[in-house]
């Protein structure tokens, strides 16, 4: 029996101890934010860093603003070591524009990532401004979380520090050596946690709350027959796949397209998260994801149509030769003609692709051709200079044009669609259908386009970030529509600004994250004017670098091309000139495509 106590103590003891350790070394999941001039950060993406520190600021706290120089001069000793340094703020009295005033008073030259639904926060276990923690990028793990030192208290500080907790702790994590004190009181300013206090005493209600902000974030996609992986078809369902759900929203991966909200035009039909409703959907999948007792299931009621066509039936459906898609492998561009068989000119309002197998279907990019132009042959880096009639990518919405507006097909005209398959594991077979909708008499105004954009760049192998830009001068009056931002695989970010000729400048959208899976068409809420002599500027960087999880290969110089081995940099607009209407015969649409996505 003794022997059996000395097991049973033995055994205590070094769980204790296990769990003594994993206290002192939190694991903490991969988030992203942005900073105050809003600027896309992910945890992950640092992992070829040694260590990063973030420093927990707060408008207004003396002490923060007071630990500022010393962190700065800690920062300048150890960047060069592979150290990468930020600031977050939690503070729900604080917003961007608050923090970059702050930051522009006190000289703050770090990257201040804005916690606005505190979630970061909270899985580091904030609790007070002027803590630091000292992050492993590869485990994602805190090695050291405490005050940067001990020179500066309540009301008081010291001539000198005696104590250098931080820098300890870097010399020691550096050096391979275990942190000898991680864990350390910080004196700053308490953080309050209102959300999360109120669904710790009144929990998130899965009836009320969750199957609602489902239903209109997410189950749009996330249905039977949807473009989702998965279908949110019911509670059990949205349960099981809970913890994938706060990870993707946590790294902004979903809901996708998402853009920059404190800047740029409004845009129409951006499926957006509040920080409001990503508190409320984290903390109930952190409480277990359970559902209300007895209440029944609102998900499972819902019903979702799956209109082959989502604008209505079209006027006129063609169906694209059968293409065969093998299981695996890198797919080259295929140009296949589609014989309109058009009698007399028309006028389409909307043009519509329906994909025959969504899974390999990566995009579509309708051009005009004439009669005598079928094959696709000659069109190389200037088929971005066709005319063409709209597209199909991932999240793009078909082309409507708004405003009594739309697009001439002259007689005779055939379609040439530039068709980009992707391999999905099975062999398939694809047939597209292509839906126009025609007027029956021509529309008032004819819609345009162009694009702001660059064709002639290099980046170089392992560039992390490597700006481009490129603009689209408005020669004549227009109102601007809508705006397409499109990169391959090293796209990074892009926005676009338009520079009027005031000498006044704005930015109309702002996509921090752009991700090559989705191709957005944002359209603005109501149409811009552009007086004549404005500059429409696209403003970007591209990754080709290691930490680009997309990049094909980080090794090799990359430049402009069609193949997505190669890259684009355009920001594609789509606009009507005042005066352009049938009747003035300056319809021309020759730059309104989105080629080559």
């Excluded at 630990?67 to 977050?88: C, H, N, W």
């Excluded at 999360?196 to 609602?212: E, F, G, L, M, N």
């Excluded at 299931?297 to 604008?311: Q, R, S």
Aim: glycine content about 8%.
């Amino acid at each position: 029996m003794r022997l059996l106590n000395y097991v049973f103590l033995f055994l205590a003891c070094t769980l204790a101890g296990a769990a003594s350790m994993a206290a002192e070394t939190p694991k903490i999941g991969d988030f992203s934010l942005l900073d105050h001039q809003g600027k896309f950060h992910q945890l992950s993406w640092y992992g070829d860093q040694k260590a990063i520190v973030i420093f927990i600021q707060g408008n207004g706290c003396p002490i923060a603003r007071n630990g500022v120089p010393t962190l700065k001069a800690i920062r300048d000793e150890y960047e060069s070591q592979d150290v990468a340094f930020f600031m977050l703020n939690p503070q729900t009295q604080d917003n961007r524009d608050s923090i970059a005033k702050e930051a522009e008073e006190f000289g703050y030259d770090f990257p201040i990532l804005v916690d606005e639904a505190q979630l970061v926060a909270e899985s580091l276990g904030v609790d007070r401004t002027s803590e630091v923690f000292v992050i492993d990028p590869k485990t994602m793990t805190v090695v050291f979380r405490g005050p940067i030192d001990d020179r500066l208290g309540y009301e008081s500080q010291k001539p000198e520090a005696q104590n250098h907790y931080l820098k300890d702790a870097l010399d020691a994590f550096l050096s391979g050596q275990a942190v000898a004190e991680n864990s350390l009181a910080v004196p700053g300013c308490l953080i309050g946690f209102p959300a999360r206090d109120q669904h710790t005493k009144a929990p998130v209600s899965y009836t009320t709350d969750i199957a609602p902000l489902l239903a209109d974030k997410c189950v749009s996609c996330h249905h039977d027959g949807g473009i989702g992986p998965w279908s949110m078809s019911n509670h059990a369902m949205v349960q099981g796949w809970s913890r994938m759900m706060k990870e993707v929203v946590m790294t902004r991966r979903m809901p996708p397209g998402q853009i920059d909200p404190h800047v740029g035009k409004p845009i129409d039909d951006v499926v957006e998260m509040t920080p409001a409703e990503l508190q409320m959907l984290v903390h109930w999948i952190d409480a277990g994801a359970v559902i209300d007792k007895g209440a029944e299931d609102p998900l499972v009621a819902m019903t979702i149509e799956n209109p082959k066509f989502t604008l209505g039936e079209p006027d006129m459906v063609y169906t694209v030769p059968a293409q065969s898609i093998p299981a695996t492998g890198i797919l080259e561009y295929r140009y296949i003609p589609v014989e309109l068989h058009l009698d007399k000119d028309i006028w389409i309002r909307a043009v519509e692709f329906v994909p025959g197998d969504s899974k390999v279907l990566h995009h579509v990019i309708a051009y005009l051709s004439s009669p005598a132009d079928k094959s696709g042959r000659g069109r190389d880096e200037g088929s971005d200079r066709e005319e063409s009639i709209g597209g199909f990518a991932p999240g793009r919405q078909p082309d409507a044009f708004r405003d009594n507006s739309g697009r001439l097909i002259p007689k005779g005209s055939n379609l040439l669609l530039q068709m980009h398959y992707t391999t999905s594991g099975k062999a398939t077979v694809d047939e597209t259908q292509v839906g126009l909708y025609i007027y029956d008499e021509p529309p008032a105004y004819v819609m345009a386009g162009g694009v702001a954009g660059q064709r002639r760049f290099m980046i170089p192998a392992h560039a992390k970030e490597h700006k481009l830009e490129g603009e689209q001068l408005i020669e004549e009056d227009a109102y601007l529509y809508g705006i397409t931002p499109h990169m391959h695989y090293r796209g990074k970010y892009m926005s676009m600004s338009a520079e009027y000729p005031d000498g006044t400048s704005e930015v109309l959208l702002s996509v921090p994250k752009y991700e090559f899976n989705w191709q957005f068409s944002y359209q603005l809420k109501e149409p811009l004017f552009l007086p004549a002599g404005t500059r429409l500027v696209a403003r970007g960087a591209m990754d080709n670098s290691e930490r680009n999880r997309f990049n094909p290969d980080p090794t090799k110089p990359v430049l402009f091309g069609l193949q997505t081995k190669h890259e684009m940099f355009f920001g594609f607009t789509t606009l009507r000139f005042v005066g352009d209407t049938p009747e003035s015969g300056t319809g021309d649409a020759s730059e309104a495509g989105v080629a080559g996505l």
